[in-house]
Protein backbone atom coordinates (compact mmCIF):
# COMPACT_ATOMS: atom_id res chain seq x y z
CA UNK A 1 0.00 0.00 0.00
CA UNK A 2 0.91 3.53 -1.32
CA UNK A 3 0.27 5.95 1.84
CA UNK A 4 0.13 8.87 -0.52
CA UNK A 5 -0.08 9.88 -3.73
CA UNK A 6 -1.43 12.37 -5.41
CA UNK A 7 -3.39 14.05 -2.15
CA UNK A 8 -3.20 11.57 0.02
CA UNK A 9 -5.43 9.22 -1.85
CA UNK A 10 -4.04 5.70 -0.77
CA UNK A 11 -3.74 3.25 -3.80
CA UNK A 12 -2.66 -0.88 -3.82
CA UNK A 13 0.24 -0.04 -6.56
CA UNK A 14 3.35 -1.76 -7.71
CA UNK A 15 6.23 0.17 -7.65
CA UNK A 16 6.68 0.28 -11.33
CA UNK A 17 3.27 1.50 -11.81
CA UNK A 18 3.35 5.47 -12.36
CA UNK A 19 1.51 7.54 -9.12
CA UNK A 20 -0.60 9.04 -12.29
CA UNK A 21 -1.77 6.18 -13.22
CA UNK A 22 -2.28 4.41 -9.83
CA UNK A 23 -4.38 7.32 -9.00
CA UNK A 24 -6.51 6.97 -11.87
CA UNK A 25 -7.16 3.65 -11.55
CA UNK A 26 -8.09 4.06 -7.87
CA UNK A 27 -10.72 6.78 -9.18
CA UNK A 28 -11.58 4.46 -12.07
CA UNK A 29 -12.22 1.63 -9.15
CA UNK A 30 -14.63 4.37 -7.59
CA UNK A 31 -16.59 4.63 -10.31
CA UNK A 32 -17.82 1.77 -11.53
CA UNK A 33 -15.93 0.90 -14.47
CA UNK A 34 -13.35 -1.62 -13.96
CA UNK A 35 -13.84 -5.12 -16.25
CA UNK A 36 -12.93 -8.00 -14.91
CA UNK A 37 -12.16 -11.50 -16.63
CA UNK A 38 -13.63 -14.37 -15.18
CA UNK A 39 -12.33 -17.67 -16.84
CA UNK A 40 -11.69 -21.40 -17.00
CA UNK A 41 -9.43 -23.58 -19.04
CA UNK A 42 -11.09 -26.26 -20.46
CA UNK A 43 -9.21 -28.99 -18.64
CA UNK A 44 -10.07 -27.57 -15.24
CA UNK A 45 -14.12 -28.59 -15.51
CA UNK A 46 -14.19 -32.66 -14.46
CA UNK A 47 -17.72 -33.39 -14.70
CA UNK A 48 -19.63 -36.15 -15.96
CA UNK A 49 -21.51 -36.40 -19.36
CA UNK A 50 -24.72 -36.96 -17.53
CA UNK A 51 -24.08 -33.47 -15.48
CA UNK A 52 -23.30 -30.84 -18.35
CA UNK A 53 -27.22 -30.47 -18.33
CA UNK A 54 -27.13 -28.75 -15.18
CA UNK A 55 -24.17 -26.98 -14.86
CA UNK A 56 -25.10 -25.22 -18.12
CA UNK A 57 -27.91 -24.70 -16.92
CA UNK A 58 -26.60 -22.96 -13.50
CA UNK A 59 -24.47 -21.00 -15.29
CA UNK A 60 -26.51 -19.61 -17.62
CA UNK A 61 -28.66 -18.51 -14.48
CA UNK A 62 -25.56 -16.71 -13.30
CA UNK A 63 -24.66 -14.97 -16.73
CA UNK A 64 -28.87 -13.84 -16.53
CA UNK A 65 -27.95 -12.78 -12.92
CA UNK A 66 -25.29 -10.33 -14.32
CA UNK A 67 -27.21 -9.04 -16.89
CA UNK A 68 -30.08 -8.57 -15.00
CA UNK A 69 -27.61 -6.88 -12.42
CA UNK A 70 -26.68 -4.61 -15.39
CA UNK A 71 -23.17 -5.88 -15.16
CA UNK A 72 -22.80 -8.30 -18.37
CA UNK A 73 -20.67 -7.11 -20.80
CA UNK A 74 -19.26 -10.33 -22.84
CA UNK A 75 -19.11 -14.19 -22.23
CA UNK A 76 -18.94 -17.37 -24.07
CA UNK A 77 -16.70 -20.45 -24.74
CA UNK A 78 -13.75 -21.25 -27.31
CA UNK A 79 -14.93 -23.08 -29.71
CA UNK A 80 -11.93 -25.57 -29.49
CA UNK A 81 -13.42 -27.48 -32.60
CA UNK A 82 -11.84 -24.20 -34.99
CA UNK A 83 -8.04 -23.95 -34.99
CA UNK A 84 -6.69 -20.43 -34.05
CA UNK A 85 -4.43 -18.16 -36.86
CA UNK A 86 -2.17 -15.46 -36.53
CA UNK A 87 -3.37 -12.62 -38.61
CA UNK A 88 -0.64 -10.27 -39.94
CA UNK A 89 -0.72 -6.79 -40.47
CA UNK A 90 -0.51 -7.26 -44.17
CA UNK A 91 -3.68 -9.69 -43.57
CA UNK A 92 -1.49 -12.78 -43.68
CA UNK A 93 -2.49 -15.94 -41.92
CA UNK A 94 -0.51 -18.44 -40.11
CA UNK A 95 -1.75 -21.46 -38.13
CA UNK A 96 1.59 -20.58 -36.00
CA UNK A 97 -0.02 -18.96 -33.14
CA UNK A 98 2.27 -16.81 -30.52
CA UNK A 99 4.32 -19.71 -28.28
CA UNK A 100 2.10 -19.61 -24.59
CA UNK A 101 -1.15 -18.02 -25.65
CA UNK A 102 -3.45 -21.01 -26.11
CA UNK A 103 -6.85 -20.66 -24.73
CA UNK A 104 -10.19 -23.00 -24.48
CA UNK A 105 -12.61 -23.11 -22.34
CA UNK A 106 -14.95 -20.42 -21.06
CA UNK A 107 -14.52 -16.62 -20.45
CA UNK A 108 -17.11 -14.02 -19.03
CA UNK A 109 -16.46 -10.07 -18.80
CA UNK A 110 -18.17 -8.14 -16.48
CA UNK A 111 -17.99 -4.80 -15.52
CA UNK A 112 -18.00 -4.07 -11.59
CA UNK A 113 -17.42 -1.35 -9.16
CA UNK A 114 -14.63 -3.62 -7.22
CA UNK A 115 -12.47 -6.62 -6.72
CA UNK A 116 -14.17 -7.47 -3.92
CA UNK A 117 -17.38 -7.66 -6.29
CA UNK A 118 -15.32 -9.71 -9.00
CA UNK A 119 -14.11 -12.18 -6.25
CA UNK A 120 -18.06 -12.39 -5.50
CA UNK A 121 -19.03 -13.27 -9.69
CA UNK A 122 -16.21 -15.50 -10.01
CA UNK A 123 -17.30 -17.52 -7.51
CA UNK A 124 -20.91 -17.62 -8.13
CA UNK A 125 -19.68 -18.96 -11.91
CA UNK A 126 -17.27 -21.52 -9.81
CA UNK A 127 -20.03 -22.85 -7.82
CA UNK A 128 -21.72 -22.96 -11.19
CA UNK A 129 -19.19 -24.60 -13.49
CA UNK A 130 -18.12 -26.87 -10.64
CA UNK A 131 -14.68 -25.57 -11.22
CA UNK A 132 -12.46 -22.96 -9.69
CA UNK A 133 -12.22 -19.39 -11.97
CA UNK A 134 -9.23 -17.18 -12.67
CA UNK A 135 -10.02 -13.59 -12.05
CA UNK A 136 -8.16 -11.09 -14.14
CA UNK A 137 -8.35 -7.25 -14.43
CA UNK A 138 -8.46 -5.45 -17.36
CA UNK A 139 -6.43 -2.08 -17.51
CA UNK A 140 -8.68 0.84 -17.74
CA UNK A 141 -9.22 2.38 -21.36
CA UNK A 142 -11.35 5.85 -22.26
CA UNK A 143 -11.70 4.84 -25.47
CA UNK A 144 -13.21 1.36 -24.75
Not at 70 to 81: C, L, Q, T
Amino acid sequence: MVPEVAGSIPVDRPSDVPPALAVARHALHNCGVTKYLISFPSEAMKVAAADLPAVAAAARAVIAAAKAAGVYVFGGGIDEGVDPVLVGADRSLSPQIHPGSHLDGGFTVLELPTRDAAVQWASRMAAACRCAQELREFMYDPDS
